[in-house]
C-alpha cells in the first residue's frame, strides 16, 4: 500500500527566503506525480504535474523534481511571497494514474 | 468554463439521513473522482469513473454509492448517514492521454462540500 510523507508538517519564512518542501512515498511504481496547492476552506489547485519518466518540472518560481527509484519528491519555491502562504500537498499516482495518494501535507506561512 | 462544480457547497444531517452530492465538469473528461478530506489524514479515494456508465471503488469505498449516468456528472451518494462520514467532500475530474506508451493524466479538483452528520 503506498504510503506519503511530507517533511515538515509546518513551514514559518520571512518573505523572500527560498524553501523546499519533501515529499517521500514508498511504492516507487508510480506513474506520475502531482503537487497542489490549497487555501484554507477552497479546493485544491494543480501546481505541476511531473511524469514517471521526467526528473523535473518548472513554473515560474516553482520547481519540482522527481527521483522515482527512492521515492522522493521535492517542490522548490523561489523568493517566497505572503500569497504563497498554503497548504502543499504531494500526490503520487498509481494505477494508470487514476489512484492519486495524498500525503497530510506541509503548511506554508510566509511572513511579511 | 466553469471546470469542475459541486453542489451543494454545505449541508448538515442527521444520522440515518440519506443525500445525494453532485459533481458536474465542463471539460469533456473521461474520469472523474470523489474523495474526502479529514483533517490531518489528506485527502482519500471514495471511488472513481473512468467513463459515463462505469464506476470503481477507491480506498474507502464503504457506506457510499456511486452513479455515472452522464459523462459530465458524477452523483456520490450516502445511503444512511454516520458521524463517521462527516467530512470535506472533493470531486475531481482528468482527461487522460496515451502517448508514446506514456499515460498523461492531471487531475483537477472541485471547491469541495463541507459535510456535517450529527
Known amino acids: 500500500k503506498q504510503e506519503v510523507t511530507q517533511i515538515p508538517a509546518a513551514l514559518s519564512v520571512p518573505e523572500g527566503e527560498n524553501l523546499v518542501l519533501n515529499c517521500s512515498f514508498t511504492?516507487?511504481?508510480?506513474?506520475?506525480l502531482q503537487w497542489f496547492r490549497q487555501d484554507p476552506g477552497k479546493g485544491l489547485t494543480s501546481l505541476l504535474l511531473i511524469q514517471s519518466s521526467q526528473r523535473e518540472q518548472t513554473s515560474g518560481r516553482l520547481n519540482a523534481s522527481l527521483d522515482k527509484s527512492s521515492g522522493r519528491s521535492t517542490l522548490y519555491i523561489a523568493a517566497s511571497q505572503p500569497g504563497d502562504s498554503a497548504t502543499y500537498l504531494c500526490?503520487?499516482?498509481?494505477?494508470?494514474?487514476?489512484?492519486?495518494?495524498f500525503g497530510a501535507g506541509t503548511i506554508l506561512r510566509v511572513k511579511s | 468554463n466553469a471546470g469542475v462544480t459541486q453542489t451543494p457547497k454545505f449541508r448538515v444531517l442527521k444520522t440515518g439521513q440519506s443525500m445525494t452530492l453532485l459533481c458536474a465538469q465542463d471539460m469533456n473528461h473521461e474520469y472523474m473522482y470523489w474523495y474526502r478530506q479529514d483533517p490531518g489524514m489528506g485527502l482519500r479515494l471514495i471511488h472513481y469513473?473512468?467513463?459515463?456508465?462505469?464506476?470503481a471503488k477507491g480506498e474507502v469505498p464503504d457506506g457510499y454509492n456511486v452513479s455515472r449516468l452522464k459523462k459530465q456528472n458524477f452523483l456520490l451518494g450516502l445511503e444512511s448517514a454516520a458521524p463517521s462520514q462527516t467530512s470535506v467532500y472533493f470531486c475531481a475530474s482528468s482527461y487522460s492521454i496515451l502517448r508514446d506508451r506514456v499515460n498523461y493524466n492531471e487531475q483537477f479538483f472541485g471547491p469541495g462540500t463541507r459535510l456535517t452528520v450529527l
Open positions: 469513473s473512468v467513463g459515463e456508465g462505469t464506476t
Open positions: 511504492d516507487s511504481a508510480i506513474y506520475n
Open positions: 500526490a503520487p499516482a498509481m494505477e494508470y494514474g487514476n489512484k492519486l495518494v
